[in-house]
């Protein structure tokens, strides 16, 4: 892995210091300048807005080395998760200024990936003040790496073909969340997931109910874009029909298939994560999990 920091390196300095080092920028920092001219580059990196954001970008992560040290470590835990076959070795890393985009991360062939520092500002920064405070909360820094090893093992896990049932969703986002774990390393597990610290302890607290209520009502091999709504994408909460709806956040499908597929490794400690990531069968892996919160 290589990491190359395009918000400091474009922002960082005068922009006249860049116009003389376009050479080097071109060598590091290829995949910015296939779409863009010299002059394109030049005005954007001028432009007061854009300025603006790298200066909050400091902000927000005032350690620029315990940042990049974060992310070196997460990737040398995947290389060793994953040695045959992966380009983590050869893989470029861009954090930089995206103008906002709507994507905090983006992965090329798994060859480059880009990071997008100003989509993790602070839930109270002004960018975000039109989105839902559930939403908003997604921009905390701390979430900024872990959704960065989020996408790169989205890239990794294999998921079901055909029609899929919420345990086929709740395992696919578990195997995502607990290879995410296994990047960031386990003293940031409450990262994997835009949740508060009183919603991860909600979780914690009401574990064991939270997952009689999905056996009891039988919804584990339901369908439908319902239920997907309900337990799978994000929400301001998680709709279970029951008094204490307002105090489960949403995506909980999503939480209590972490919770599995980490009780399923600690049963099954002979699987590696490679193989874990291409499982498919979610009867086999709900069975040999022993889960019982």
């Known amino acids: 892995m290589v990491l190359h920091n395009a918000a400091n390196a474009f922002f960082g300095s005068d922009p006249d210091d860049l116009a003389a080092n376009l050479p080097a920028l071109h060598k590091n920092f290829t995949p910015f300048f296939e779409t863009l001219s010299d002059d394109q580059f030049l005005f954007l990196v001028t432009d007061p807005g854009l300025r603006s954001l790298y200066a909050d970008v400091n902000i927000a992560f005032p350690d620029t080395n315990a940042l990049h040290e974060s992310i070196r470590t997460g990737f040398t835990r995947m290389r060793s998760a994953f040695p045959s076959g992966s380009s983590v070795a050869v893989t470029k890393v861009y954090p930089y200024v995206s103008n906002l985009d709507q994507y905090p991360v983006i992965v090329s062939d798994s060859t480059y990936v880009f990071l997008a520092l100003d989509l993790f500002l602070g839930a109270d920064h002004p960018a975000y003040a039109q989105q839902s405070s559930y939403l908003a909360y997604a921009h905390e820094p701390r979430f900024a790496v872990p959704s ?6 989205q890239e990794r896990v294999r998921e079901k073909e055909g029609s899929l049932s919420l345990v ?8 995502i969340l607990c290879i995410t774990e296994m990047c960031i390393g386990s003293e940031n597990a409450r990262n994997i997931l835009p949740y508060t610290p009183e919603q991860w302890a909600f979780c914690e607290e009401h574990e064991a109910e939270l997952w009689r209520y999905f056996v009891e009502n039988r919804l584990l091999f339901e369908q ?3 239920v997907d709504r309900r337990f799978i994408d994000p929400a301001p909460f998680s709709k279970l029909q029951t008094s204490y709806d307002q105090q489960i956040p949403g995506m909980i499908g999503r939480w209590l298939g972490y919770r599995l597929v980490k009780h ?4 099954n ?11 498919t069968d979610s009867r086999t892996l709900l069975n040999e999990s022993n889960y019982r919160p």
Request: hydrophobic share 50%; no cysteine; aromatic share 16%.
């Open 168 to 175: 086929d969703q709740m395992l696919y986002w578990g195997r």
């Open 224 to 226: 439908g874009i319902a």
């Open 148 to 153: 960065l090893f989020q996408a790169l093992a």
């Open 269 to 279: 400690p002979e699987v590696t994560w490679s193989s874990l990531a291409q499982m």
């Open 264 to 267: 399923y490794m600690t049963e």
